[in-house]
T-cell receptor, first 113, second 114 residues
Framework: TQLLEQSPQFLSIQEGENLTVYCNSS?????LQWYRQEPGEGPVLLVT?????EVKKLKRLTFQFGDARKDSSLHITAAQPGDTGLYLC?????????????FGTGTLLAVQP | DVKVTQSSRYLVKRTGEKVFLECVQD?????MFWYRQDPGLGLRLIYF???????EKGDIPEGYSVSREKKERFSLILESASTNQTSMYLC?????????????FGNGTRLTVT
């Protein structure tokens, strides 16, 4: 059974701090996605990483896919209150044949002004 | 922008009731999904549909059924609601398959079964 474990589960930081969120598995994934879910809303896709070792940047957010495609990380530089939300990693459960995704348990981030 | 609309934000139902959760997407997407979200467990797939009248079980289909009579609408049915089905239910759609077709989610229905 494929599992995605995220750490930490909760993170409360001050505005301006840096942070890293991890997504780990013992299984190889063909790709991994990161979503952010704000209170009262559904998850919204931030990025998809496909190639082992790939690094993608989205403004202050940096996403990395592990070389072995078993893990990923999200680094936020100079966090802002608008970054507050639940961060979820997700990967295809069947190699991408369909869009059935397995989701990690999530990291709840609170950025205090 | 894709819009996925779930008919209710909050629902309160009694044990044993038959419950319908409705979801509509406006972008002619092929695939539609129902997930439930519980603290500490993440999102778990209940059912998905890749075409009208086609459905496939996800990871936790027990106690649920679905209906897709029209491409834009995907309904989740709780045949006899139980308290352990109290949860946040999220509907999603995607255009096709693969990583180039991300999921677009609705804002969720929070169901409480008493």
């Amino acid at each position: 059974t494929q599992l995605l474990e995220q750490s930490p589960q909760f993170l409360s930081i001050q505005e301006g701090e840096n942070l890293t969120v991890y997504c780990n598995s013992s299984s190889v994934f063909s790709s991994l996605q990161w979503y952010r879910q704000e209170p009262g809303e559904g998850p919204v896709l931030l990025v998809t990483v496909v190639t082992g070792g790939e690094v993608k940047k989205l403004k202050r957010l940096t996403f990395q896919f592990g070389d072995a495609r078993k893990d990923s990380s999200l680094h936020i530089t100079a966090a802002q209150p608008g970054d507050t939300g639940l961060y979820l990693c997700a990967g295809p459960s069947d190699g991408g044949a369909t869009n059935k995704l397995i989701f990690g348990t999530g990291t709840l981030l609170a950025v205090q002004p | 922008d894709v819009k996925v609309t779930q008919s209710s934000r909050y629902l309160v139902k009694r044990t044993g009731e038959k419950v319908f959760l409705e979801c509509v997407q406006d972008m002619d997407h092929e695939n539609m999904f129902w997930y439930r979200q519980d603290p500490g467990l993440g999102l778990r797939l209940i059912y998905f549909s890749y075409d009208v009248k086609m459905k496939e079980k996800g990871d936790i289909p027990e106690g649920y059924s679905v209906s897709r009579e029209k491409k834009e609408r995907f309904s989740l049915i709780l045949e006899s609601a139980s308290t352990n089905q109290t949860s946040m239910y999220l509907c999603a759609s995607s255009l096709g398959t693969g990583y180039n077709s991300p999921l677009h989610f609705g804002n969720g229905t929070r169901l409480t079964v008493t």
